[in-house]
């Protein structure tokens, strides 16, 4: 049996419906899967689980001229992997020496991740420190078919990259919101003292790419279009304070924290639109999920997963100011027409986007990895 091991330097829950599809889907192929993981140094999102068959370890975390390295120290537990897939991070001091190892070992390397810091600038020593290791594996797991597309045009053999589709559990989320009743919804919103439809949500990590300011600058003149708005936020981080502040201030924002599963299902099912003007990532996939088309803008430093929103068809991509994202929120929220069209357009991508479909492209993305 070929073993592989997987080293994350954090386990965040929305992994854990992939990690154990894809440890099945390995078993199917007589492959054994490992995965070592650490914790955060803070855990400002609130979000991290811990995996009963995974090992963890406990991650050092140092500085030098100013940058976070970490050292993950799990060399014991790697010894004998045909395979070693780590995340693509500079900070990663572990990578460095397994890309030295793979010169006199027969050991396979390879990446998963983005290729490049999405959230800094391209040209910036971030990422040209990176793109020196770019190429420097035996394989690539690349978040999506763009990352894909961009790791060939860096030289790297297009034959050796899995573009794995990068998703989350979205048959839990669906099963959930359909097993929501009006009567639940009519409840919850007596509880909040919402009485209208329309009804943003926020949900996600709450920090610095996430642009709360803007958010907050824009809701409000969205309140001044609309005069029965309400909006909801749901997440935790280290802007969270902006939210609170501003919740105090406007009875008609709801700041609710962190919520989780079909806690969080339920605020979707009585909202209308997902309002993400910062940094898109995973929840997009969310908004597909659970029917509540997002809007966004063209922000410049979107994670990958920004490519499956597709403006005006399943979502909602405005200029990159506030007014430009007020006027189209406002026009969806008006128009029905336009408005259900989105709703359908999530519809129809909610199953194209599934950790079902990760955990298959990943597995044979290192099958093929593994027979080379």
């Known amino acids: 049996m070929k073993k592989v091991a997987i080293i994350q330097k954090s386990l965040p829950h929305y992994r854990i419906d992939f990690l154990n599809k894809l440890r ?39 500085e030098f001229q100013n940058k976070e390295l970490i050292w993950q120290p799990c060399l014991p537990h790697i010894e004998d992997q045909d395979l070693v897939i780590v995340e693509q991070a500079n900070k990663l001091v572990l990578n460095y020496l397994l890309i030295s190892k793979r010169l006199f070992s027969k050991q396979k ?4 991740g983005h290729g490049r810091n999405m959230q800094a600038n391209q040209d ?31 030289g790297f053999p297009s034959q050796k990259i899995t573009a794995v589709q990068n998703a ?7 099963k959930d919101f359909e097993s929501i009743e009006n009567e639940e919804i009519n409840e919850l919103k007596e509880k909040l003292e919402i009485t209208s439809e329309n009804v943003g949500i926020y949900c996600g990590g ?7 300011p803007f958010l907050i600058e824009a809701i409000d003149q969205i309140k001044e279009r609309i005069p029965d708005f309400v909006m909801l936020v749901i997440g935790a981080g280290t802007d ?18 962190p919520k989780f599963g079909r806690e969080k299902v339920l605020y979707f099912k009585l909202s209308k ?52 994202y007020v006027e189209a929120v406002v026009e969806i929220l008006t128009d029905d027409t336009k408005y259900e069209k989105l709703v359908n357009g999530c519809l129809e991508s909610k199953s194209v986007y599934t950790s079902d479909k990760m955990a298959s492209n990943f597995a044979d993305g290192i099958i093929q990895c593994l027979a080379e």
């Open 240 to 257: 969270a304070h902006l939210i609170e502040k501003a919740a105090q201030e406007r009875s008609w924002l709801k700041y609710l924290g």
């Open 206 to 212: 709450i920090y610095e790419e996430k642009r709360i």
């Open 124 to 154: 910036g020593f971030r990422n040209k420190f990176k793109n020196i290791f770019i190429n420097r594996c035996d394989w690539w797991f690349a978040y999506t078919k763009g990352v894909k597309k961009y790791l060939s045009e860096m």
């Open 109 to 112: 390397f390879a990446y998963w």
């Open 273 to 324: 639109l997902f309002l993400m003007p910062g940094l898109v990532g995973l929840a997009v996939i969310d908004s597909f999920a659970l029917q509540t088309p997002m809007a966004t803008t063209d922000y410049p430093y979107h994670s990958p997963e920004i490519e499956y929103l597709e403006n005006g068809v399943n979502g909602v991509v405005s200029g990159n100011s506030v007014g430009e």
């Open 168 to 174: 989350i559990n979205t048959q839990s989320l669906i």
């Open 24 to 62: 099945e889907e390995l078993k199917k192929n007589e492959v054994e899967l490992k995965l070592i993981y650490g914790k955060p140094k803070n855990d400002i999102k609130k979000d991290e689980v811990d995996l009963d068959w995974a090992i963890l370890i406990s991650n050092k975390t140092f």
